[in-house]
């Protein structure tokens, strides 16, 4: 089980950038898959997850509305688009794999099984 973050970068405040989380050794249509950020100095903060098993994903309060989380089913990838970029959405973006649906792992780290390196976000002001 494998899974690759990537499509961090530089972005100016306002701007808009595209992550995918590549996953291998598993399908995402059998599982949940969240994303966490954390800034330095500050805790891991979950903000958006998928599954098959909700009705809708799930985003935290800080991304709801700007950002989107769906599922690139030909590239097994679950993608999160970020728009309306502000200074302090800066962070290293990982991904993870949750057993759990939406519903129950949600935001809660210690419910994911796996996770991938992070991708750093910089948004410039």
């Known amino acids: 089980v494998q899974l690759q973050a990537s499509g961090g970068g530089l972005v100016q405040s306002g701007g808009s950038l595209r992550l995918s989380c590549e996953a291998s050794g598993f399908s995402v249509d059998y599982y949940a898959i969240g994303w966490f950020r954390q800034a330095p100095g500050k805790e891991r903060e979950g903000i958006a997850c998928i599954s098959s098993s909700d009705k809708d994903p799930y985003y935290g309060d800080s991304v709801k509305g700007r950002f989107t989380i769906y599922v690139d089913h030909a590239k097994n990838s679950v993608n999160l688009q970020l728009n309306s970029l502000k200074p302090e959405d800066a962070a290293v973006y990982s991904c993870?794999?949750?057993?759990?649906?939406?519903?129950?792992?949600?935001?809660?780290?210690?419910?994911?099984?796996?996770w991938g390196q992070g991708t750093l976000v910089t948004v410039s002001s």
């Open positions: 993870a794999r949750s057993p759990l649906a939406c519903a129950y792992s949600g935001p809660y780290s210690s419910r994911y099984d796996y």
